[in-house]
């Protein structure tokens, strides 16, 4: 087991025979995370554990800090403050020789990040490369997988996201829905155990959106991946998630399961977003 990391930035001890044995090590974990832009607060003191195999769904107010939590868990954004870390080792950091933490090294983001994918609003396909092109290409340059092993994979997960007839199709000749499942597959190819999706349906169209959302459902059901999803689809998250997270101003103001957040919301700023919500769907 990695050596979990103290809110201080030094790492804890290892458990003797004498101590109690200690909570599950979740899968995620932001310990006073803080980002800014300037005098914008984006994350402030961030707080959030995430078990291995639940599925949480981040909905709030644009500007709350939901896609930025996603892309500081992928290290698109430096934090200023805090610590992130993945199935128990830090992400951000790493430990110097005297076992305190300090900012991590190219080699190392890389590898913790490898845990994690992470599927955008927008495709981000290579124009250029057939669909299966696209699925094979990190795992061969990244992975270092044979070709003939990441063809494989990529068919695999073509048609688990129901693409198995496209293989040889380029981005150009699919529709919105289809090329976000190539995302998604491109994700899967290499093998993370944290999947992240930002508002993976808000360039869809609700038909389009059905069958995204329909391919998500069917990976939570399937696999024991970890997921966050940031969402502005409340009905969705009130199904698929374990746990809902609100978020206003940088923080967590309300969390719960969704039966408890979306039916007895405790407080007043989760009820007005959740009925402004309402009104305009």
């Known amino acids: 087991m ?16 004498e ?17 800014r832009y300037g005098e914008l607060t984006v994350l402030d003191g961030l707080d959030l554990d995430v078990q291995e195999g639940e599925k949480v769904a981040i909905i709030g107010p644009s500007g709350s800090g939901k896609s930025t939590l ?11 403050e805090g610590v992130i870390e993945v199935d128990g080792e830090p992400l951000t950091h790493m430990p110097d020789a005297s076992g305190r933490l300090v900012r ?8 913790v990040r490898g845990n994690v994918g992470m599927v955008f609003q927008s495709f981000n396909l290579f124009p250029h490369m ?23 994979r990529a ?13 040889e199709h380029f981005p150009a000749q699919l529709s919105g829905g289809q090329q976000q499942r190539v995302a998604i597959a491109r994700a899967l190819a290499m093998r993370p155990k944290v999947m992240l999706f930002d508002e993976v349906t808000s360039a869809l169209d609700p038909e389009l959106c059905g069958e995204v959302l329909n ?16 969402t502005h689809q409340m009905g969705f998250a009130r199904e698929f998630a374990d746990r809902v997270c609100f978020f206003h101003q940088g923080r967590i103001h309300e969390q719960g399961t969704p039966d408890e957040l979306f039916n007895q919301p405790r ?3 989760t009820r007005e977003f959740l009925s402004a919500v309402n009104e305009a769907s």
């Open 2 to 17: 990695n050596t979990p990391v103290q809110p201080d930035g030094t790492l804890s001890p290892t458990l003797g025979p």
């Open 19 to 35: 101590q109690p044995e200690q909570p599950e090590q979740p899968m995620v974990r932001f310990a006073g995370v803080t980002k």
């Open 70 to 80: 996603l892309r500081a868990l992928m290290t698109l954004e430096e934090i200023d």
């Open 104 to 111: 991590a090294n190219t080699r190392h983001l890389r590898r």
């Open 130 to 152: 057939s669909v299966r092109q696209n699925v094979m290409e990190a795992p061969v340059q990244v992975l270092g997988l044979a070709k003939s092993e990441a063809r494989e």
């Open 155 to 167: 068919e695999e997960l073509l048609a688990m996201v129901g693409l198995e007839d496209k293989l």
């Open 215 to 230: 391919v998500i459902r069917r990976l939570g059901e399937a696999h024991n991946l970890t997921m966050l999803m940031v």
């Open 267 to 269: 407080e007043d700023r």
